[in-house]
């Protein structure tokens, strides 16, 4: 009597998977970073499968008739099963919320089937080869190591290709990253370099998120980067109206808060309609969909592997969600954390990450945070490359006098020739944006009876004064 081997499988699993594919475009990224079509155990469903894959990448919507479609185009309907088995896998699941799940699975018995005919291949050859004990022992373990190496090419780079290209960088000076508007940051922390993390952290009120949209105005609008943005918290519609009179350089206030059917001058609607136009021109893109960490790093590197991505932003860090279950938040921002670093490293892209602190800062006599008052923090100081926090003096006093200055403290700064100076920033909110001084310009003029044109004290007093700040006055250009 013969042994008959039932190999691994889980066919509702695989069902599972690609009917979440056929219903919603996120659990297609999932599940193609995921899985490949050789862990699919019925072949018609690993032809499903790589149809929506390649549908996918290519940009074509995915759906049971563009499915069905393509099929018929390429000669496969009949090898897939034919459009009965379509129908059935769009209805397998009610939710594509547990794609995750559902993928682990096929992963875990595809690994298992492959794990079978490897021991079998080699417990065939035992007594049957050439080959000593020892040889065989290294062959059994290349051939468990291969078992999920994918193409098995190397990360490795040899060390003459690494010094050519780190020469070149010295030769040129190209050591700076993507650049703000604001010098004393780009002296600080050398630009937004490409596979490194950056925080942007502080308490609420600091103003985390009008301080990284200023910074997304001058990469995406004025510089012209390729910028993505993940808000967690506000609308994309908040958000861009917010942008909208941030490069329109109008009072946010007194835009949006008037009453209802009043109109605006003609002269502020004029700015508005040129700000529109020039962030319509824009490349930037924003999501307030998105909050699992799977489909966020799916989705942004098809950005990147379409050209769409220069730099990408977070808001905020302890807001995103993971597949995975966790028994504390904690453990979940580690993940996340992590995961966020292995993308900017994967990608070669600066990720940009707002966090929140805890409330131990407001204890202290002097409430400027540390590293330690990040939320969750021991992966957060672990990960990022620089850490950047945020403080208002004026938020904790009582005497309602206000100077609108926000200091960014760099607490942490792995860049190389990067510093820990204070960057001083200022809001105006008759223009809804930022400007920064540079002390160090300031105190280098070498003339000590005439004060500089545009220090902070020359533009803090033309404010008080009531006059006009002109652009000027401002440090970065205009285009």
């Known amino acids: 009597m013969s042994n008959v081997v039932v190999l691994p499988f889980n066919i509702e699993a695989e069902q599972a998977v690609i009917g979440a594919m056929l219903i919603n475009d996120e659990a297609i990224y999932y599940a193609s970073n995921k899985l490949t079509k050789d862990d699919f155990y019925r072949k018609d469903h690993s032809i499903i499968f790589e149809a929506i894959r390649i549908m996918q990448l290519h940009s074509i919507p995915v759906d049971i008739v563009t499915v069905s479609e393509y099929l018929i185009k390429n000669n496969l309907m009949n090898e897939a099963g034919g459009p009965t088995l379509l129908t059935r896998l ?45 040889e065989l022992l290294e062959k059994a373990k290349l051939a468990l190591n291969n078992i999920d190496s994918g193409s098995g090419e190397t990360s490795m780079q040899p060390a003459s290709t690494i010094v050519t290209e780190t020469l070149a960088d010295i030769e040129t000076g190209n050591n700076y990253g993507l650049l703000t508007g604001w010098e004393p940051l ?8 490409k596979g490194k993390v950056y925080i942007i952290a502080g308490r609420a009120h600091m103003g985390k998120t009008a301080v990284t949209l200023d910074l997304i105005r001058q990469l995406a609008v ?29 009072d946010y206030q ?20 040129l700000s529109a136009s020039k962030i319509y021109e824009a490349p930037l893109k924003m999501s307030d969909k998105v909050s699992q960490i799977d489909f966020m790093c799916n989705e942004i590197r098809r950005e990147k592997n379409q050209g769409n991505i220069d730099i990408l932003f977070i808001d905020y860090m302890q807001l995103i969600e993971a597949t995975e279950k966790f028994h504390s938040n904690q453990e979940c921002v580690q993940y996340v954390s992590r995961r966020l670093k292995l993308l900017a490293k994967e990608l070669e892209i600066p990720v940009v990450a707002l966090a929140q602190l805890n409330r131990s800062v407001e204890s202290r006599v002097d409430k400027r945070p540390m590293m330690s008052d990040l939320r969750d923090s021991g992966a957060i100081e672990q990960d990022a490359d620089v850490i950047m926090m945020l403080y ?4 904790y006093k009582n005497d309602g006098q206000t100077d609108n200055l926000t200091e960014i403290l760099i607490r942490k700064n792995r860049e190389p020739g990067g510093s820990y100076e204070t960057v001083k920033i200022y809001w105006d909110d008759k223009k809804s944006i930022f ?3 540079d002390e160090k310009k ?38």
């Open 90 to 134: 769009l209805n397998a699941v009610p939710t594509a919320a547990n794609v995750g799940y559902y993928a682990k699975i096929v992963k875990e018995k595809a690994l298992e089937r492959r794990l079978w005919y490897t021991l079998n291949d080699l417990s065939g050859m035992i007594g049957k080869t050439e080959l000593s004990a020892e």
């Open 186 to 193: 780009n002296r600080a922390i050398r630009g937004f370099k």
């Open 222 to 250: 004025e510089r012209k980067y390729k910028v993505q943005f993940y808000n967690l918290e506000m609308s994309n519609n908040q958000l861009m109206e917010r942008l909208i009179c941030s490069e329109a350089k109008v």
């Open 254 to 273: 007194t835009v949006l808060g008037r009453e209802p059917n009043e109109k605006l001058p003609d002269s502020v609607w004029s700015k508005i309609m």
């Open 392 to 395: 208002r003096d004026d938020y």
């Open 435 to 437: 400007f920064c001084i």
């Open 442 to 479: 300031k105190n280098n003029t070498g003339n000590k009876n005439t004060e500089p044109p545009h220090t902070m004290q020359s533009v803090m007093k033309k404010m008080e004064q009531g006059n006009l700040i002109t652009d000027s006055d401002y440090m970065y250009e205009e285009n």
